[in-house]
Nanobody, 121 residues
C-alpha cells in the first residue's frame, strides 16, 4: 500500500501561483510514476501531469503546458506541482496518484484524497 496526502491548495487570484505537494508513505516511493489529475464540478476527472520514477520524463496536458511543472524528490517521498499563471478554468480538486507512467487514470493504483484549488477572477 501507498498512502498519499496532498497539500497546498487554496484560493488564489487569476494570474497567481500555487505549489501543490503530495507526500507518500508505505511502499517504496521511487518505484512508482507519479501524476496529478484534477476534477472540476460537473466534469470528469482529467489528467494534468505525470513524472516517471527517475524524473527522466514528464508529460502534461496541453492546457497547462508552459504554466505547470511537475517534479519529485525521491529522498523526501514527495511529488510537487508548481502552478503558475493560474486561470479560473484551473479551479478543481487536484489529486495525486501513484502507479505506471501514463496519462490514463486506470494505470494509477494509489490515490490521495484531493486538495481544492480555486482561482478567482
Amino acid at each position: 500500500q501507498v498512502q498519499l496526502v496532498e497539500s497546498g491548495g487554496g484560493l488564489v487570484q487569476a494570474g497567481g501561483s500555487l505549489r501543490l505537494s503530495c507526500a507518500a508513505s508505505g511502499r517504496t516511493f521511487s518505484n512508482y510514476a507519479m501524476s496529478w489529475f484534477r476534477q472540476a464540478p460537473g466534469k470528469e476527472r482529467e489528467f494534468v501531469a505525470a513524472v516517471s520514477t527517475s524524473s527522466y520524463v514528464t508529460r502534461y496536458t496541453d492546457s497547462v503546458k508552459g504554466r505547470f511543472t511537475i517534479s519529485r524528490d525521491n529522498a523526501k517521498n514527495t511529488v510537487y506541482l508548481q502552478m503558475n499563471s493560474l486561470q479560473p478554468e484551473d479551479t478543481a480538486v487536484y489529486y495525486c496518484a501513484a502507479g505506471t507512467y501514463s496519462s490514463r487514470d486506470r494505470t494509477y493504483t494509489y490515490w490521495g484524497q484531493g486538495t481544492q484549488v480555486t482561482v478567482s477572477t
